[in-house]
């Protein structure tokens, strides 16, 4: 539903989307630089660093090292002496932290007591030493033996239907583990295998294979060395990835111009002081990343695409044969002439009302597109997580392909990820579709019936949760349950669940929720030295680019109790499977090199040698027929989407200009639901997380104060009432009709109904409010 605002059209005028508003707090600082050196600091000495950290640090990304927790930013082959940013340290200080929240720490510290902590202060509890049982007389979790809870859980999920079991898989598991995880399911009977990409880029893994035949991005480090522009929409390199800023670094020394479209000034995109040379921490000046930088309104990107493409049509028509690759659209694309007709009859008015940004600027950015022999289209979940965020990706495509921009050097498209391993994951198993893992390999190596229907993702699996359905929950790492959208309601549903079981290696809100038979399992993380039967073991990981890395962890684990991932999800499936002898779940387990023979043999394409090129410098390439321009797609061609509407938003502003679009952030100091402190330093924020951001004249036209407490109430009518309390007002550089916060203090705000349209991800980045003084 789309309706007008003349309100928001009117203070929209008023807003300068290209310039920072200086009465509103920013960081005066580039990204990088003494900040980003200030802020690992501040980790060490918090987690209680031990000089294994700094080892473990100095070989973080590199071969034979350990492969980073946070981000699936790629590792090059010829990494920098410090081959990793401030959040990947700060994730790998909190993995090696040296506290231990211990069985005798569960045993004094009630859950309902645990409730009341922050959740940065259940992480500071430290690593998880022993298996746990929940014991609800005491409400505290006690200490169980592994052969006891293996056991018992073995037999809850044999007592009940396999579609009634859900295993949820976070994105840090290996890739040895998370095969096994996928297989257990298939093996028991169901593919109910949500996944955190379920969250954030599910929309990439639908839409982009509809559209161009892969479900990841195209692009690999060396198009960065090729490319003339590059087009950045609702990402934040500098919080998310800041190792990318190395790449952007390069690329606007040799003369590539970056222009970036997000309705918040994200410091990273905008200037960087590499941490890791001492003289442009001194004397040189900072890098200017973002040649131009446009705040467009939340859910605009669409009609930004629109007006660059109608820019790109009257170049075209100015000088035919010029500026459209008239050869690839012909041989490799379809629907190209009903799209460039429906983008042709569009409005600039209707443009730049939904924009939020005048035809100039637009024009502005066109010029320089239409100046690149090569460009590059990057995204993050500011595109994803949108009602209509499979047509923002069907437009980046769009563009892209008028100039033949997909599958050659130095052109691509490319969402960049979150979690280190949530891309491999998805590639070796863990999905809801058949079509994730091939059934004939399965039945052939196995020796198993396979489900024929379909799984649950995250939000099916929460529906199941909420009327009854499911009745276990295995949680493969996370914090789904602070994750989810909806979380009141998921929260007051969870523990109705017969079975949970929470493999982790640290406390987090999810934990306090248990179910009526409820376990916490401590797992090693990736820093930690995993000892099995055959010696030591390593575990592998795919980046955002489609690259596999083989990683060893050297720490000593925080207690003799802890088991692997890969461990945990054998001995569990040991214990609930019937027996067969092509399912060797104990060969498994002491020797990882055949788990990945297995992938080998899966996924021959893909694993080829798997053993082999672990540990190849940079990775190895897995490959993607996108890139080579083999296109898998219903037609065989890259496909041009055909636009319906100018707004990604659900349900746009409207009416007395009360409701506003809320945009959830994550800060500075966080990895998605962990938050290592409270300072948003690149945004220029410090203190409570608890605050609604919004632009001063938004501010007098609601009547509100800067410093006032308010709430946000949900404006999605479906008989739920979601509402957040006790938010402090805080003027920010944010467009008309936009208010942002942090995720995941508002997810409960988000109805777990409001979701992009074909894949179910969450609207987190444009749910409609109301603010309530």
């Not at 066109?366 to 460009?375: D, S």
């Not at 001063?696 to 109430?713: I, K, N, T, Y």
Request: hydrophobic share 35%.
């Amino acid at each position: 539903m789309t309706r007008k605002s003349d309100k928001s059209e009117q203070d929209a005028s008023a807003h300068d989307a290209t310039r920072q508003d200086a009465d509103t707090p920013y960081d005066t600082h580039a990204a990088g630089g003494w900040g980003s050196l200030k802020g690992v600091s501040r980790i060490f000495g918090e987690a209680s660093s031990s000089t294994r950290a700094l080892a473990v640090l100095s070989k973080l990304n590199k071969p034979g090292g350990v492969m980073c927790t946070s981000c699936a930013w790629a590792k090059p082959s010829d990494p920098h002496t410090f081959e990793f940013c401030e959040n990947g340290a700060k994730a790998t200080l909190w993995e090696l932290d040296t506290r231990r929240a211990d069985a005798a720490f569960f045993a004094e510290n009630p859950l309902t007591e645990l409730r009341k902590l922050h959740d940065h202060d259940l992480e500071k509890a430290g690593r998880l030493t022993d298996p746990l049982r929940y014991d609800p007389d005491t409400d505290t979790y006690q200490a169980v033996s592994w052969d006891t809870a293996y056991a018992e859980i073995g037999a809850e999920l044999r007592a009940m239907e396999s579609r009634e079991a859900v295993f949820y898989a976070s994105g840090h598991a290996g890739l040895e583990a998370s095969f096994l995880y996928a297989l257990f399911a298939r093996a028991m009977g169901h593919q109910n295998l949500p996944q955190s990409s379920n969250m954030c880029h599910e929309t990439t893994s639908v839409n982009l294979q509809t559209f161009i035949g892969t479900p990841v991005g195209t692009c690999t480090l060396e198009d960065f060395d090729h490319c003339d522009t590059i087009f950045f929409f609702g990402q934040n390199t500098g919080s998310n990835s800041p190792r990318f800023l190395h790449t952007l670094k390069a690329a606007v020394k040799r003369g590539c111009r970056i222009v970036t479209f997000n309705p918040v000034r994200e410091r990273g995109l905008i200037e960087f002081v590499d941490p890791q040379n001492p003289v442009q921490m001194t004397v040189c000046k900072t890098t200017q990343i973002s040649e131009k930088y446009y705040q467009v309104r939340p859910g605009g990107d669409i009609a930004v695409i629109a007006g660059l493409m109608k820019c790109v049509l009257d170049a075209e028509d100015a000088a035919p044969g010029t500026v459209l690759d008239h050869d690839f659209i012909a041989s490799d694309t379809t629907g190209f002439e009903e799209t460039a007709l429906a983008v042709r009859a569009m409005d600039w008015a209707d443009i730049e009302r939904n924009a939020g940004l005048t035809r100039a600027m637009i024009a502005e950015a066109a010029e320089i597109y239409i100046g690149a022999k090569n460009a590059i289209g990057i995204y993050g979940m500011g595109l994803t997580q949108h009602v209509n965020g499979w047509l923002n990706l069907g437009m980046l495509c769009n563009l892209l392909l008028m100039r033949g921009n997909i599958g050659r050097l130095g052109a691509g498209v490319s969402p960049v990820r979150g979690h280190s391993n949530v891309q491999g994951q998805r590639t070796v198993g863990i999905g809801e579709k058949s079509s994730h893992m091939p059934a004939d390999k399965l039945r052939a190596l196995f020796d198993i019936d396979l489900p024929e229907e379909e799984g649950m993702n995250a939000v099916h699996a929460c529906e199941g949760i909420l009327d009854g359905r499911v009745k276990a929950m295995i949680l493969l790492g996370g914090n789904l349950v602070r994750a989810l959208p909806d979380r009141d309601r998921m929260e007051k549903a969870w523990p109705h669940l017969r079975l949970t079981v929470n493999i982790a290696t640290k406390l987090n809100r999810t934990h306090l929720t248990p179910g009526q038979v409820s376990y916490l399992f401590p797992c090693l993380g990736r820093t930690d030295e995993d000892i099995q039967a055959s010696g030591p073991q390593a575990v592998s990981m795919e980046d955002s680019l489609s690259h596999i890395y083989g990683s060893i962890g050297t720490a000593s684990p925080p207690g003799p109790q802890v088991q692997s991932e890969t461990a945990i999800v054998a001995q569990i499936a040991k214990a609930t499977l019937d027996q067969n002898p092509k399912l060797k779940w104990d060969d498994w387990i002491g020797n990882y090199d055949l788990i990945r023979d297995l992938i080998s043999q899966t996924f021959p394409d893909k694993f080829a040698d798997f053993n082999e090129r672990l540990f190849e410098p940079g990775g190895f390439y897995r490959g993607n027929p996108a890139r080579e321009r083999v296109w898998k797609t219903e037609s065989g061609k890259a496909q041009f989407t055909l636009p319906t509407t100018l707004s990604a938003l659900g349900e746009e502003i409207t009416g007395d200009g009360k409701l506003m679009t809320l945009v959830t952030l994550r800060s500075n100091d966080q990895f998605n639901t962990t938050i290592y402190g409270f300072s948003d330093r690149l945004r220029g924020l410090e203190g409570s997380r608890e605050i609604v951001l919004i632009n001063r004249d938004e501010m007098a036209r609601l009547g509100l104060e800067e410093g006032q407490s308010v709430s946000l109430v949900c404006a999605i009518d479906d008989g739920h009432v979601r509402r957040v309390d006790g938010l402090t007002v805080t003027p920010y550089d944010l467009p008309a009709g936009c208010i942002a916060g942090y995720y995941p203090e508002l997810n409960p705000l988000v109805p777990l109904s409001y979701h992009e349209k074909n894949s179910q991800t969450p609207a987190y980045k444009g749910t409609p409010v109301e603010i309530v003084a």
